[in-house]
């Protein structure tokens, strides 16, 4: 069993930053991939950003628009999302999540989830 924790989230003016964290509290963490997702009011669960276990490889949904970076710890089974310039659009609880095995970005191919955190950007 996985347990995940996010942190980092808050309030925020359009043009700021936050940086999202997630404690993962589970054996062999370089087994998982990793993944961040967000879901706003009203809409689906969509796909942020994921990465890989150990390769360093790293993919962002198209709308990021190389303002998120995803990043982790092995050393401290953690995560993290690096979020600059926020937009409106990108209010949303954030969501991390883990699979024993390669990253994806599918929703349902993650095992593993956390409760997540709120972020809102104000305009």
């Known amino acids: 069993q996985v347990q995940l924790v996010e942190s980092g989230g808050g309030l925020v003016q359009v043009g700021g930053s936050l940086r999202l964290s997630c404690a993962a509290s589970v054996s062999s963490f370089v087994r998982y991939g990793m993944g961040w997702f967000r879901q706003a009011p009203g809409k689906e669960r969509e796909f942020v950003a994921r990465?890989?276990?150990?390769?360093?490889?790293?993919y962002y949904a198209d709308f990021v628009k190389g303002r998120f970076t995803i990043s982790r710890d092995n050393t401290k089974n953690t995560v993290y999302l690096q979020m600059n310039n926020l937009e409106p659009q990108d209010t949303a609880v954030y969501y991390c999540?883990?699979?024993?095995?390669?990253?994806?970005?599918?929703?349902?191919?993650?095992?593993?989830w956390g409760q997540g955190t709120q972020v809102t950007v104000s305009s």
């Open positions: 990465i890989a276990r150990t390769s360093g490889f790293r």
């Open positions: 999540a883990a699979r024993e095995g390669p990253s994806s970005s599918n929703t349902d191919s993650y095992d593993y």
